[in-house]
Nanobody, 114 residues
Framework: QVQLVESGGGLVQPGGSLRLSCAAS????????MSWYRQAPGKERELVAT????????HFGDSVKGRFTISRDNAKNTVYLQMNSLKPEDTAVYYC???????WGQGTQVTVSS
């Protein structure tokens, strides 16, 4: 019943932008802080960004700080990741997760390549 469904991934050139969305259902979305993670082949899963339940505070991993923005719309049960100035090393599968839970999405592929 709990679902987190990511969308918005794709192929983009270095320096370009993408906006990922994660649509949540089956739980009280507004009660949870939300995070984005990513994992590239052969690498550990990496925390990208976190946002508190009402969106008042955010956290970003060092590798994306200054380039990515996390936001949420509790009325739409959706959390977003705006990715700017993309680099090839941003290539990964991106996942959303509810903090303090085992609720994960299935991921969306982001490929940054010329």
């Amino acid at each position: 019943q709990v679902q987190l469904v990511e969308s918005g991934g794709g192929l983009v050139q270095p320096g370009g932008s993408l906006r990922l969305s994660c649509a949540a259902s089956g739980f009280t979305f507004s009660s949870y802080a939300m995070s984005w993670y990513r994992q590239a082949p052969g690498k550990e899963r990496e925390l990208v960004a976190t946002i508190t339940s009402v969106g008042g505070r955010t956290h970003f991993g060092d590798s994306v700080k200054g380039r990515f923005t996390i936001s949420r719309d509790n009325a739409k049960n959706t959390v977003y990741l705006q990715m700017n100035s993309l680099k090839p090393e941003d290539t990964a599968v991106y996942y959303c997760k509810a903090v303090m839970s085992d609720y994960w999405g299935q991921g969306t592929q982001v490929t940054v390549s010329s």
